[in-house]
């Protein structure tokens, strides 16, 4: 097409974007010609949108049995059809009421924490691959992702889990959940649009993440600053692109603050932003600073409680 530009992609971030290793997209292209990327002038693979494209379809069928020998030599319209004969092609295919049939969620949550406790993080990692691809956007959150991290978090308590494996856990959870993110990104302009995001200074990225992928299902274009972010940029964010509403993680910070930093976080914005902006905050169990409700702003305690309230 006159005029396009095509996007061209490094082995590291081809690898982020479609959920397949370095050395495994290696491999693949050394033993069965997956893709064939260009070269730069300096010899660095330079990937297209279609190696791109390929690669996560490569990656789900394989993550549903299918050996690579056979299917790497497939096209991408070939792969699509062996999607489509499953049943699925993108991660929003699939009604909650085939989950029970396809996959025994207990079963697999009980795989992951086992996993967890014995540092196998390739079992955590087939496992979440595969219940992206098994699973809806929303109970992918509900029914699988809560009760996990709810499960980790009582192992943290009982010192059952150590802090390498706790942060070898949360990376590569954090990992999955930007993959989720990416691969349902919408492009409809006339989908509501509504930034994600946590306050200066804020450390924990994963509700963040939780709350993006809970408004994706729910039809809604998420803009995802993820957290530490100042208040003075949010809003430069929200007249830039008008966002008609903001989520907040108000959560632990990364040092002290001035008392009640959250409180006036939220009433700044508040000042600075037109009436027309809806605000949402959910707010950690472990933030006090909060001496009463904020005008506009609607505080949720749980992200459960996010999904059966909101709504554009």
């Not at 959920?19 to 491999?27: E, K």
């Amino acid at each position: 097409m006159e005029g396009h530009i095509e996007t061209k992609y490094s082995i590291q971030l081809v690898s982020k974007l479609s959920g397949v290793g370095v050395h495994t997209i290696r491999a693949w292209e050394k033993r069965y010609d997956a893709v064939v990327p260009k070269r730069s002038a300096t010899g660095r693979r330079e990937y297209c949108d279609v190696d791109l494209e390929k690669l996560v379809l490569l990656n789900q069928l394989c993550t549903l049995g299918h050996s690579i020998g056979k299917i790497a030599p497939l096209d991408i319209a070939e792969l699509k059809e062996l999607l489509e004969k499953l049943g699925k092609v993108n991660s929003e295919d699939l009604a909650p009421e085939k989950i029970s049939g396809e996959l025994n969620l207990n079963q697999s949550l009980d795989n992951m924490v086992m996993a967890i406790t014995l540092y196998k993080l390739d079992v955590i990692d087939h496992e979440l691959s595969k219940l992206k691809l098994l699973v809806n956007t929303r109970d992918l959150v509900i029914k699988v992702l809560i009760p996990l991290l709810n499960k980790v978090g009582a192992l943290i308590q009982r010192r059952e889990l150590s802090p390498a494996g706790e942060l070898a856990f949360h990376g590569l959870l954090k990992f999955h959940l930007g993959e989720v993110i990416y691969k349902s990104r919408r492009k409809n302009p006339g989908l509501s649009k509504v930034i994600v995001a946590g306050g200066e200074g804020s450390i924990e990225e994963i509700p963040l993440l939780l709350v993006s992928i809970l408004l994706i299902s729910k039809n809604i274009e998420v803009i995802y600053l993820g957290n530490d972010v100042s208040a003075g940029a949010l809003v430069e964010t929200i007249n830039a692109t008008e966002a008609k509403g903001v989520m907040l993680y108000l959560g632990p910070l990364r040092e002290e603050r001035e008392s009640l930093y959250h409180q006036k976080y939220m009433e700044y914005l508040t000042k600075k932003v037109s009436n027309d902006v809806h605000f949402f905050a959910l707010k950690s169990n472990r933030v006090k600073d909060l001496e009463g409700p904020v005008k506009n702003f609607s505080i949720f305690e749980s992200i459960k409680h996010i999904d059966q309230s909101i709504s554009f």
